[in-house]
């Protein structure tokens, strides 16, 4: 991929251009959802292709960024970054939430919290073992994002949510 880059102006303008496709990719699913619910079908793939596009771009500057190594180096910094996610920043988030009396967003703060440890928890099961020769189906529930390698439970154990609401992920 080139030469590692320092702490360049390109480097910093490369993560901030990132951090703008990612957001966008995000955003216009959210829009295309949106657009669904509205019953206007061809304006919800305009979305959806335009959020393909975008996250195109974010994953060549990711790539750049030297951000995607091994498998092994992606799943440690993987569980590092959700163990300290759900250990340092929702914490955070959810005190000024609950001090600013935000109720919806405490509770999706707390929600989002919950479910960082239990992804954190997947990939120290898979760190801890050669996963290979395994077959594995992961069930994400569509209300809080907690995610299980078994068969979803008739109750979500973050979000209390009804095992109708998840699904599988492509």
């Known amino acids: 991929m080139g030469e590692m880059m320092t702490d360049s102006q390109t480097e910093k303008n490369l993560y901030e251009a990132f951090v703008g496709e990612a957001k966008a990719c995000l955003r216009l699913l959210g829009y295309a959802e ?28 990711l790539r750049l960024l030297h951000e995607v190594e091994d498998t092994q180096s992606n799943l440690e910094r993987s569980f590092e970054r959700e163990q300290s996610v759900f250990e340092n920043v929702y914490p955070e988030l959810i005190r000024i939430a609950a001090e600013e009396g935000n109720q919806p967003a405490q509770r999706s703060f707390t929600h989002a919290r ?57």
Request: hydrophobic share 40%; aromatic share 10%.
């Open 34 to 61: 949106q657009a669904d619910k509205e019953d206007l079908p061809v304006i919800a793939k305009l979305f959806r292709a335009i959020s393909a596009a975008e996250r195109i771009h974010a994953l060549k500057h």
């Open 114 to 170: 919950d479910a960082e440890e239990f992804h954190a928890a997947l990939y120290k099961k898979a760190l801890d073992r050669t996963m290979e020769d395994e077959e594995a189906s992961y069930f994400v529930c569509g209300v809080c994002g907690y995610v299980t390698d078994e068969d979803p439970p008739e109750v979500c154990p973050v979000c209390d949510a009804k095992r109708e609401m998840f699904f599988q992920p492509e």
